[in-house]
């Protein structure tokens, strides 16, 4: 396996040049893959954690003001431009002697790479693209993406090779995505600054394109909701307007980011070029423009007949409506057409009814498209054979950015271009035009990079290490200018200095594929086989450690609940003598009253490494709270994580002024209940009979609901049935695959998108059990059989009676019933771990009649940091329900597809 690794890095991404992946796939919004001049240093720092809102982003936040334009938007194939993979196409590609074999199951999309004897499962995480011409996949290994070498065409409904990987003999999943090729395809993608294709979790907190994309950031809109406070492209002037196209439409020869800039820190309403200049091909007029591309649409634009007559007002949105999809494209983009040829229509002409497109605007193969075919939008007479681009074509700016940066841009263009071409005048003339401006860029670290390369393209390896030692110097924690700075040492043959910068670029980025192959390559050069077999069973681990995780937690749900946590799990220390099934509470547990993600304490990815002092912190805090408990309080738990920290990195240390929440175990007898309150038996026989009563209640055999939920901000839809006695199974519609929850009778289990079923803890099987119970309000009494009256609270601005229901060697259940209506507003109950109870709470409401019975037709479910709510749409109960809806699926993940309910 690590000779694989080391041998697949080597022959497929050490190469600089031939390193940039087209995704279109049909999303609509290609984007270049491989960005020059990017500024690793700026931005976010190494490993560092953004907070993510967990509010509604996106297209959610605007559906309640433009509902139409949502859902037309919606239709469009830039709505979908990246998902999470779920129930894909089977399907096998074999190239050489590799074999890739593509299959959906219970437990995720994967593709299994088979060559000889050695055989590799990946589980593909994300698709590329919105399937109106193909699909690609990305691989997440270790918090690295990586690009999957097959693709889907859904022209010949087939796999095949991806674009790029046609002429590899023997394709591997070592490609790597940078943040340029993911950037024109998701909402957000938090990349780690100075790091090839390193990623922090999530890793697209917006998947599909969003509405911000276009309309710009929407805080101040949402605050005073005017047209005056989000981008309108159709008022901006002109090369705003455009530039909001030319993002993702526009590729050109090269694009270099201002200093400091990123491409991704473009904003819009701004012009592209306060964030980076597009530099073009400086085509003569009537010449060829070169091989066809599915990203040069608006390069493609530019050049007809159109364009130049309109003296700009031909732009996107003349033909194209982002907030729709043509119903009938054909008679859609006539009349396009004829709002500005009707006057002039030539009696020679075809019919009128004709398809335009079809002929001044063919669909042709692109050069980088794969294996499919896209708009040409040169808008020609007669369609013309494409030339190749004429020799020796400099390069210009698509507009100018200021005069300040004029030659820094330009020349570190000439420098890309020239790269790429193989031009030793481009790189030379890019060379020159850096030196007249370098004591205006002294502290760039990107413009000494270029200046770097440059030097050593022409063989002048003293200068070059002295760009690229100041490049680092201006840099010093990134990876990619830590193995830049190692170029010159390798061309000389100082294999010592060499490795050195290698080593340190290979710490700050384990994952570098191309820079650790190098260093392979270097340490077996020098007879340090050792060291070499080391790294590459190394980066073998990394790139496998994720399916071993996957594996162990398998394992763990399958029941095996006698071992302990120290037995299933890596590097436990405190919690090492618990069952291993209760870690994971513990774990949410702290989560919650810290109000922090798991990589405040973990390496996302490497949850066993002790890197982080958060994680030896939270050690020490576990043994001063047991010590506390057991010296102070008889070993009874009173003292947990969220006594101080009520949902706060750092404790408490200033008394609350309003109060504290309630523990949910306290013994109310010590406070005084008012004297009017009614009994535990009033307040149930009351609910029964709003409810319809219990001979109307009894006579409920099956329940099925449908209806919707948000999630995430999102909104998806959701089916519940329910039969008597005591089964239940909850699904949930996600983009990424269903999630359901189920209750047989006797066991639950839980699946999630791309992961195995799993079993249903024993301490959550009496929650299961009750919402399975059809018939609950009449067994109330006999579940709990401890019932007594809380003093009353608010929900809202109605006051509610309180039950609280005690069964021993369960966490109590609060219940909370309106006082007027007598109905079920709110329960709440606390899931066991070993540091404490964590709290759900259920909101009912919006209760309506079906067959004599009140039923609540939307719930909202509230937990620790997160929530969700359902309305249901349409409820029928007393229909028939297989039994093997609640049955737990099968997995097989290559032999079959598995079953799930239906």
Not at 106 to 131: F, H, I, L, P
Not at 303 to 309: K, V
Not at 685 to 695: H, P
Not at 768 to 775: C, F
Request: net charge neutral; charged share 25%; with cysteine.
């Amino acid at each position: 396996m690590a000779r694989r690794f080391q041998s697949a890095i080597a022959t497929q991404v050490l190469s600089l040049i031939p390193f940039f992946m087209l995704i279109f796939f049909g999303s609509g919004l290609p984007g270049r893959c491989q960005a020059v001049g990017s500024a690793p240093g700026t931005g976010d720092a190494h490993g560092s954690v953004q907070q993510i809102p967990s509010e509604p982003a996106g297209a959610n936040r605007c559906v309640f003001c433009h509902p139409a334009e949502v859902e037309g938007y919606a239709r469009s194939a830039m709505a979908h431009s990246l998902r999470r993979a779920g129930q894909e196409p089977d399907g096998t590609v074999t190239a050489g002697a590799t074999r890739i074999t593509a299959h959906s199951s219970a437990d995720g999309y994967w593709q299994r790479r088979e060559n000889g004897e050695d055989k590799t499962d990946y589980r593909a995480d994300y698709v590329v693209g919105s399937g109106n011409h193909a699909n690609g996949y990305l691989i997440n290994l270790g918090g690295h993406l990586f690009q999957s070498p097959i693709a889907y065409y859904k022209s010949r409904q087939a796999y095949d090779l991806a674009p790029g990987y046609e002429n590899t003999p023997d394709p591997d999943f070592t490609r790597p995505v940078s943040e340029e090729c993911v950037l024109c395809h998701s909402g957000t993608a938090l990349h780690v600054s100075g790091t090839l294709n390193q990623y922090r979790s999530p890793v697209f907190p917006a998947e599909g394109i969003t509405c911000e994309r276009c309309h710009g950031p929407v805080e101040k809109h949402l605050a005073d909701p005017r047209a005056a406070t989000i981008v309108n492209l159709a008022k901006l002037e002109r090369g705003a307007r455009d530039s909001i196209c030319e993002q993702c439409h526009l590729f050109g020869a090269a694009r270099v980011p201002n200093p400091g800039k990123k491409l991704s820190d473009f904003v819009p309403g701004q012009r592209l070029e306060e964030t980076y200049t597009i530099y073009h091909n400086a085509v003569p007029t009537g010449a060829s423009a070169g091989d066809f591309k599915v990203i040069s649409h608006v390069e493609q634009l530019a050049l007809s007949a159109c364009a130049r007559n309109s003296d700009g007002r031909l732009w996107c949105g003349t033909c194209h409506d982002p907030h729709d999809k043509p119903a009938e494209s054909i008679s859609y983009y006539r009349a396009r057409c004829l709002s500005c040829h009707t006057a002039n229509f030539p009696a020679s002409h075809p019919s009128k009814n004709s398809d335009c497109l079809g002929c001044h605007m063919p669909k042709r193969d692109a050069k980088d498209g794969g294996h499919a075919a896209f708009t040409d939008h040169r808008i020609q007479r007669r369609p013309e054979v494409q030339h190749e681009l004429p020799a020796g074509t400099s390069i210009a700016a698509w507009r100018e950015p200021s005069p300040d940066l004029q030659k820094r841009n330009l020349g570190i263009a000439f420098i890309d271009a020239g790269m790429q071409r193989r031009s030793s005048p481009f790189i030379i003339e890019g060379y020159r035009t850096l030196t007249e401006v370098q004591q205006q860029f002294r502290d760039d670290s990107d413009f000494f990079k270029w200046i770097g390369e440059a030097l050593l393209l022409g063989k002048q390896t003293a200068d070059a290490k002295i760009a690229f030692e100041r490049a680092l110097q201006l840099d010093p924690n990134s990876a990619l200018t830590e193995a830049s700075a190692a170029s010159p040492y390798i061309q000389e043959g100082n294999d010592v200095d060499a490795i050195a910068h290698l080593q340190r670029a290979v710490a700050l980025d384990p994952l570098n594929l191309p820079v650790a192959s190098t260093l392979i390559g270097l340490y077996q050069k020098d007879g340090r086989t050792a060291e070499a077999s080391a790294l590459s069973s190394k980066i073998a681990d990394a790139m496998n450690e994720r399916q071993r995780a996957e594996q162990t937690t398998q394992h763990d749900y399958a029941g095996d609940t006698q071992k302990k946590a120290g037995e299933v799990y890596k590097n436990i220390r405190v919690l090492k003598g618990i069952p291993s099934s209760r870690l994971i509470p513990a774990m949410q547990f702290m989560s919650s009253s810290l109000g922090v993600q798991c990589t405040f304490c973990h390496v996302e990815g490497h949850f066993e490494k002790d890197d982080k002092k958060p994680k030896q912190t939270a050690r020490d805090m576990m043994q001063m709270m047991f010590a506390l408990n057991k010296n102070d309080f008889k070993g009874q738990r009173e003292v947990t994580c969220y006594s101080c920290h009520r949902g706060a990195r750092n404790p408490a240390t200033v008394l609350i002024v309003g109060g504290v929440p309630a523990n949910p175990n306290a013994d109310s007898e010590a406070e005084k209940l008012p004297g009017n309150l009614p009994t535990v038996s009033q307040i149930i026989d009351n609910y029964i009979r709003v409810l319809g009563g219990a001979a109307a209640i009894e006579k409920i055999s099956s329940r099925e609901e449908r209806g919707a939920a948000i999630i995430r901000g999102q909104s998806v839809s959701v089916e519940i049935f329910t039969k008597a006695p005591g089964k239940r199974i909850l699904v949930r519609h996600l983009p990424e695959g269903d999630s359901v929850m189920a209750f047989d009778g006797k066991t639950g289990w839980v699946a999630m998108p791309g992961r195995p079923a799993h079993d249903v803890h024993d301490a959550d099987i009496e929650a299961a059990r009750m919402d399975a119970d059809l018939q609950f309000p009449l067994h109330i009494q006999q579940t709990f059989p401890e019932l007594r009256v809380e003093y009353p609270e608010k929900i809202g601005e109605r006051e509610a009676n309180v039950l609280l229901g005690i069964k021993e060697g369960q966490p109590a259940v609060k219940f909370y019933f309106d006082a007027q209506t007598g109905l079920l507003v709110r329960s709440v109950r606390y899931a066991e771990s070993p540091l404490g109870l964590d709290p759900t709470q259920f909101d009912y409401s919006d209760y309506r009649e079906v067959d004599g019975i009140q039923v609540p037709f939307h719930m909202t479910i509230s937990e620790p940091g997160s929530s969700w709510s359902m309305q249901i749409q349409e409820v029928r109960q007393n229909v028939p329900v297989d039994d093997a809806k609640f049955a737990k699926p099968l997995r097989d993940r290559f032999t079959g597809p598995a079953e799930s309910p239906k």
